[in-house]
């Protein structure tokens, strides 16, 4: 059956194509609305974009193989991300992959036979000061322990992905601007400010050897 996008995102698509001199640029951000509402990323779906924008499904499929945020294969309802990396290692991070494991009934790189949760695992997700860490969807859930984060996937499961970001907030962060959140920086510190403010010190030593 052949895919489509909805009026809506069909609009979506036209206003991308009017920020790029060239069609193929607006690739990704293709992708990433036709997986929104398809799930993921189905050799139908390929047709569709490689049609839309001009270019061959061979092009288009080489994309959706080489970037993880696209999923050429069916997934869950929801996508848990786990950060294997050393920071989160040293702070449990296999603890809450294991755990994972075993409540879902699934090994990482599957889903759980309701559906809802693809269980996968990532390298490093940039929140090593908050480790151990996942990402569920696009919100990052920090701090974890096996308590916390029983209660956050009962939560997805119960009252939906919004509702549990919600009202998990203090551990939930969001990988992108929201409505109503800064995504700014803290201010750097006068430390900081005056050391950026100096010279390199090749310029430094210069200087002094010139007088």
Same mark, same amino acid.
């Given at each position: 059956?052949?895919?489509?996008?909805?009026?809506?995102?069909?609009?979506?698509? /036209?206003?991308?194509?009017?920020?790029?001199?060239?069609?193929? &640029?607006?690739?990704?951000?293709?992708?990433?609305?036709?997986?929104?509402?398809?799930?993921?990323?189905?050799?139908?779906?390929?047709?569709?974009?490689?049609?839309?924008?001009?270019?061959? *499904?061979?092009? @288009?499929?080489?994309? @959706? *193989?080489?970037? *993880?945020?696209?999923?050429?294969?069916?997934?869950?309802?929801?996508?848990?991300?786990?950060?294997? *990396?050393?920071?989160? /290692?040293?702070?449990?991070?296999? @603890?809450?992959?294991?755990?994972?494991?075993?409540?879902?009934?699934?090994?990482?790189?599957? !889903?759980?036979?309701?559906?809802?949760? !693809?269980?996968?695992? &990532?390298?490093?997700? &940039?929140?090593?000061?908050?480790?151990?860490?996942?990402?569920?969807?696009?919100?990052?859930?920090?701090?974890?322990?096996?308590?916390?984060?029983?209660?956050?996937?009962?939560?997805?499961? !119960?009252?939906?992905?919004?509702?549990?970001?919600?009202?998990? &907030?203090?551990?939930?962060?969001?990988?992108?601007?929201?409505?109503?959140?800064?995504?700014?920086?803290?201010?750097?510190?006068?430390?900081?400010?005056?050391?950026?403010?100096?010279?390199?010190?090749?310029?430094?030593?210069?200087?002094? /050897?010139?007088?």
């Amino acid at each position: 059956m052949a895919f489509a996008l909805t009026p809506d995102r069909e609009k979506q698509v /036209d206003e991308i194509l009017t920020r790029y001199p060239e069609r193929r &640029a607006a690739l990704l951000p293709m992708l990433w609305l036709c997986q929104r509402q398809h799930g993921w990323i189905s050799p139908e779906v390929i047709e569709y974009v490689a049609e839309r924008l001009g270019l061959s *499904t061979a092009a @288009v499929k080489g994309v @959706v *193989t080489f970037y *993880t945020m696209f999923f050429d294969e069916p997934v869950g309802e929801n996508i848990i991300w786990v950060c294997r *990396t050393l920071s989160c /290692d040293l702070r449990g991070g296999k @603890v809450i992959q294991e755990h994972l494991e075993q409540k879902l009934g699934c090994s990482a790189g599957q !889903t759980s036979s309701d559906g809802k949760f !693809t269980l996968l695992k &990532a390298e490093c997700l &940039a929140a090593c000061g908050q480790a151990p860490m996942v990402q569920i969807n696009d919100r990052y859930y920090e701090n974890l322990d096996v308590e916390l984060l029983d209660r956050i996937i009962e939560a997805h499961l !119960t009252k939906g992905a919004e509702a549990a970001a919600e009202e998990f &907030a203090t551990h939930a962060t969001f990988r992108g601007p929201r409505k109503g959140a800064s995504s700014a920086p803290p201010p750097p510190s006068k430390e900081a400010v005056r050391v950026a403010s100096q010279p390199p010190p090749s310029a430094r030593s210069s200087k002094g /050897d010139e007088s």
